[in-house]
């Protein structure tokens, strides 16, 4: 059968050619590269082991992202956040999709309801799994957020509730959560992001649990098709 | 490694390429989707060959999971756009 939705007319002559050429040079300009790595790659693997006692958690992957270079961790919430605010700006007043309803395809609500629980369950896992071995709160923020999204697709989340309001309160919790640890962590040790002694854990499940919340929050929201920003005049619910 | 180790990687290299060159040369959009689904799941069981389980997990979640239902979600918006289009040259 073919898609309705097909494939434009395919690029031929000079331009194919072209880009033909431009893809072959990248191929392997990369496979060269590969090629060419030094036998033994300079890491920082061996001192992240080393100090791995200090960041209050056991997991490597965990203690980079969330202590070592936490800084980074911050920044890149904050990018998230930034590339949903745009999305939110494109969306308004882009006419919202038909929600799909029930009746019509019964599938998608039985599978949501099989897999969302199922779903969140093992995003909380995740999020408690990353201070000691793999998981994290990114992982189990796709996690949740697909959760979101098959909720979104069968129809079960009606519109009004992921216009606004906690969806966008989800968004930016993590931001909040990282900046205030911050700003607590300069006030209690001197340093941006350091956490007091003893008790660098506590913070870090605390941060990754707000992380796990905002990614899932802003993954389900590029899915959003109604205008996340609500007009002022369409209800008492007021953006906050 | 292992004769066992040494074939699966060989069967997932294989399975990879093999998705990947279907997926680009396939016509049919849903199809496609469902191939870069299925190469996401087989490139994340390549991450724990690897032995880089968080990448693996991350892989399974965000390039299968969410990134396919985004490339479906697109796909029926864009049936829809290609739809109202036919329907205005009927009309005009």
Known sequence: MRDPAVHGRPVRGVLGALLALAAAGLAGAIASAILTLPERPATLAGEVIAT??????????????????????????????????????????????????????????????????????SGVYLTWAGAYRAGGAFQAGALVGGALVLLLAAGILPPRVRAVGRLRAAVVAALAVFIAAALAGLFATGRLLDYPPGAA?????AMESALALSIAAILADLFVDVPALAEPAAGPEDPR | MSPAGWTLDVALVTLILGLAWRLLWTRNL?????????????????WVRLGATDLALAEAAVGAGLTGALFMHARQRLAEKLAERAEEEVDG
């Open chain 1, 201 to 205: 854990s506590r913070w870090i499940i």
């Open chain 1, 52 to 121: 791995l006692d200090r960041s209050g958690v056991e997991s490597p992957v965990t203690a980079v992202l969330l202590d070592f270079r936490a800084y980074d961790t911050l920044l890149e919430i904050a990018v998230l956040l930034a590339a949903v605010v745009a999305v939110w700006a494109l969306e308004r007043g882009a006419p919202p999709l038909p929600s799909p309803s029930e009746a019509a395809d019964p599938v998608p609500g039985a599978l949501a309801r099989l897999v969302v629980p199922l779903a969140v369950l």
């Open chain 2, 30 to 46: 849903f199809e496609a989707v469902v191939l870069f689904v299925a190469f996401g799941l087989t490139l994340s069981l390549a």
